[in-house]
C-alpha cells in the first residue's frame, strides 16, 4: 500500500509570498487532514475534509490559508500571504479503520516550510 | 477549548530500563486515545491506541487510560536507544488533538 504522498517536501519564500502544498492520500482514504506542526510542538489541525467537504477548518486562518479538495482526492493547501510565525512542518494524513475499527491516521512525510 | 498536556521533558532513561510518559486531557467527550512516535525530522508513527480504562500491552509498550482522572500513560519496558524518540499523546473527540510531546533519551 503507497503511503500518503506530500509536495514539495521543503520551500523556502520571503514574507508577503504565497506558496501552495500537495497532497495525494493513501487510496480509498474518505478522510483528509491537514496539520501545521511548529519546532518543538504537537501537530495542531488546520482543516478535515471528508470526501470533498470540509468536517472542520475551526482553527484555519481563512484570510490567509485555503485549502480545497475538489475530487475527494488530492488536496492542495494555499497560504497568501505568508508570515514569518508561519515557518512550520505541514502535515497531511489520511484516516483508516483499523482491525479493531479504530481509525488509524497516516501522515506524509510532510513540507517543511521557512518564511524569511 | 480541547487541551492534551504532556511534560516535555526530556526524559532520559538508561538501556533496559522502564519509560514512563504521562499525559492528561480535558475533553470529557474523548472516547479514544493514542501514542504516537516521532523521530527527529519525521512525521508522527502511531504505536498504540487505546479506548476503554485499564491497561493495553503490545509487545515492550503498555497503555493505561484512566478516564474518570482524564489521565493517559505509556510504559516502554526495556527501554533502547533506539525508542530515543518524541512521543506524542492525542485524544480524539471530532478529530485529533495532540499534546505537544514528550522527548524520550534512551542511553546506551
Known amino acids: 500500500e503507497a503511503g500518503v504522498a506530500q509536495s514539495p517536501r521543503y520551500k523556502i519564500i520571503e514574507k508577503r509570498q504565497s506558496v501552495a502544498f500537495w497532497c495525494n492520500p493513501i487510496?480509498?482514504?474518505?478522510?483528509l487532514y491537514w496539520y501545521q506542526q511548529i519546532l518543538g510542538q504537537g501537530p495542531k489541525l488546520l482543516i478535515q475534509?471528508?470526501?470533498?467537504?470540509?468536517?472542520?477548518d475551526s482553527q484555519l486562518p481563512k484570510d490567509r490559508f485555503s485549502a480545497e479538495r475538489l475530487k475527494g482526492v488530492d488536496s492542495t493547501l494555499k497560504i497568501q500571504p505568508a508570515k514569518l510565525e508561519d515557518s512550520a512542518v505541514y502535515l497531511c494524513?489520511?484516516?483508516?479503520?483499523?482491525?479493531?475499527?479504530?481509525?488509524?491516521?497516516?501522515f506524509g512525510a510532510g513540507s517543511r516550510l521557512t518564511v524569511l | 477549548q480541547k487541551e492534551v498536556e504532556q511534560n516535555s521533558g526530556p526524559l532520559s532513561v538508561p538501556e533496559g530500563a522502564i519509560a514512563s510518559l504521562n499525559c492528561t486531557y480535558s475533553?470529557?467527550?474523548?472516547?479514544?486515545f493514542f501514542w504516537y512516535r516521532q523521530y527527529s525530522g519525521k512525521s508522527p508513527e502511531l504505536i498504540m491506541s487505546?479506548?476503554?480504562?485499564g491497561d493495553k500491552e503490545d509487545g515492550r509498550f503498555t497503555a493505561q487510560l484512566n478516564k474518570a482522572s482524564q489521565y493517559v500513560s505509556l510504559l516502554i519496558r526495556d527501554s533502547q536507544p533506539s525508542d530515543s524518540a518524541t512521543y506524542l499523546c492525542?485524544?480524539?473527540?471530532?478529530?485529533?488533538?495532540f499534546g505537544k510531546g514528550t522527548m524520550l533519551l534512551v542511553s546506551p
Open positions: 492525542a485524544s480524539l473527540s471530532a478529530a485529533l488533538t
Open positions: 487510496s480509498g482514504h474518505a478522510t
Open positions: 487505546i479506548y476503554s480504562n
Open positions: 475533553d470529557r467527550v474523548s472516547q479514544s
Open positions: 475534509f471528508q470526501n470533498n467537504g470540509v468536517v472542520d
Open positions: 494524513a489520511s484516516e483508516s479503520q483499523g482491525a479493531s475499527g479504530a481509525n488509524v491516521l497516516t
